[in-house]
Each structure stands twice: as structure tokens, then as C-alpha cells.
């Protein structure tokens, strides 16, 4: 089946700090991969994506490698801001079905 | 630029009732989605709809749970007699298609509060 396992939070970090959000899937064919990001009181908002092996999306300084070896999408950013403050859900959709699968979401909150 | 729009934002009800949660879907998608997330957190699937019938469906979307587009611009989410485990958040998203990438737009949420 397919499944999104990514790592429990809340993280709490420092501004300018080094991000890493772990995320490893579980998947049928070949997914498509995306991180979403959730500021407080808002809807999920597309942060970048990835739709095949080695593929690497990146957006406002954040960046994610599509590793079918490791089956992982690893979120990372080198200097995070106090506004990067939010919830970022790592996602997949197979290629075979129109569903997309979330992680649980993992909380960041960046202090000054 | 284009997005989803839902109403209301915010509905309380009494448990029993029904509810009509609406989205407006960007106007050239093909695929619309309603999803729900309760305390903030997990997103969960309810069903995805394609060519005017539902394509795929959770377990959470028992015959309580409806989804219709009654016009070419309307995607609602009715449920017939709610229950307080309803009270969550629920999204509506739509996409253009394809097999690959074609990501998924969210609207702002509707809160459900169920009394």
C-alpha cells in the first residue's frame, strides 16, 4: 500500500538554524513526492515537489531529493527564519490512483 | 492567481443536523478532493471525485457522507446527520490531472463545530 512516515515534532530551533525534516514512503509504481506547509490558521499550501528518482524540488530556501534507494524526501533548509514557523506535511500520490497520502505532520516553531 | 474558495469558514451546529460544506474548485481542474484534519494535525482523505462520481473514498465516508457537483462551478460536502467526532476542519483541494506531479490545491477550511 502507500504511506507517508515522517518525524514526530514539534521541533523547536533557532533562527538561522540548520532544518531537517525526515520523511520516508512507502509506495505502489512511481509517486510523485510534495512537502506541503500549513501556517497557523490556514490551508495547506504547496512548498515544492519531486516527480521521479534524483529529482530535487526547491522553494524559498527549502529543498527535498527524491532517493527511491532510501525511499525517503527529506526536508531541509540552511538558515531557518522565524517566519518559516508552520506545520510542513510530506505527501505522496502514486501513479496508479488519484489519492494522495499525508504524513502527520511535523510542527516547527522557529524562535528569535 | 486562482484558487479554491469554501464556505461557510466556520459552521456550529447542533448534533443531528445536516450540513452543506461548499467549494468553489480553480476552473480548469479536473479533480477535486475533500480532506479533514482535526486539532491541527493528521490530514485525512475522505473521498476524490472525477468526471462527475466519486473515484475514490476512506473509510471515514460512510452514508453519512455525500459529495455532489450540482453546476459546473460547485463541489459541496454534505453530511446527513452529524455527530460530534465530525468537529474538525475540512478542506477542500482540486488539481488539473495527470498521472504525474499535478499537485493539489487547498482551499481555506470550513471548521465544523458539532454541539
Known amino acids: 500500500g502507500n504511506s507517508v512516515t515522517q518525524m514526530e515534532g514539534p521541533v523547536t530551533l533557532s533562527e538561522e538554524a540548520f532544518l531537517t525534516i525526515n520523511c520516508t514512503y512507502t509506495a505502489t509504481g512511481y509517486p510523485s513526492l510534495f512537502w506541503y506547509v500549513q501556517y497557523p490558521g490556514e490551508g495547506l499550501q504547496l512548498l515544492l515537489k519531486?516527480?521521479?528518482?534524483?529529482d530535487k524540488g526547491s522553494n524559498k530556501g527549502f529543498e527535498a531529493t527524491y532517493r527511491k534507494e532510501t525511499t525517503s524526501f527529506h526536508l531541509e533548509k540552511g538558515s531557518v527564519q522565524v517566519s518559516d514557523s508552520a506545520v510542513y506535511f510530506c505527501?505522496?500520490?502514486?501513479?496508479?490512483?488519484?489519492?494522495?497520502?499525508f504524513g502527520t505532520g511535523t510542527s516547527l516553531t522557529v524562535i528569535p | 492567481e486562482p484558487e479554491v474558495t469554501q464556505t461557510p469558514s466556520h459552521q456550529v451546529t447542533q448534533m443531528g443536523q445536516e450540513v452543506i460544506l461548499r467549494c468553489v474548485p480553480i476552473?480548469?481542474?479536473?479533480?477535486f478532493y475533500w480532506y479533514r484534519q482535526i486539532l491541527g494535525q493528521k490530514v485525512e482523505f475522505l473521498v476524490s471525485?472525477?468526471?462527475?462520481?466519486?473515484?475514490?473514498k476512506s473509510e471515514i465516508f460512510d452514508d453519512q457522507f455525500s459529495v455532489e457537483r450540482p453546476d459546473g462551478s460547485n463541489f459541496t460536502l454534505k453530511i446527513r446527520s452529524t455527530k460530534l467526532e465530525d468537529s474538525a476542519m475540512y478542506f477542500c483541494?482540486?488539481?488539473?490531472?495527470?498521472?504525474?506531479?499535478?499537485?493539489?490545491?487547498f482551499g481555506e477550511g470550513s471548521r465544523l463545530t458539532v454541539l
Open positions: 483541494a482540486s488539481r488539473a490531472g495527470g498521472a504525474f506531479g499535478g499537485e493539489l490545491f
Open positions: 471525485f472525477y468526471n462527475n462520481e466519486i473515484s475514490e
Open positions: 476552473s480548469n481542474h479536473l479533480y
Open positions: 505527501a505522496l500520490k502514486s501513479n496508479t490512483g488519484n489519492q494522495f497520502y
Open positions: 519531486a516527480t521521479k528518482a534524483d
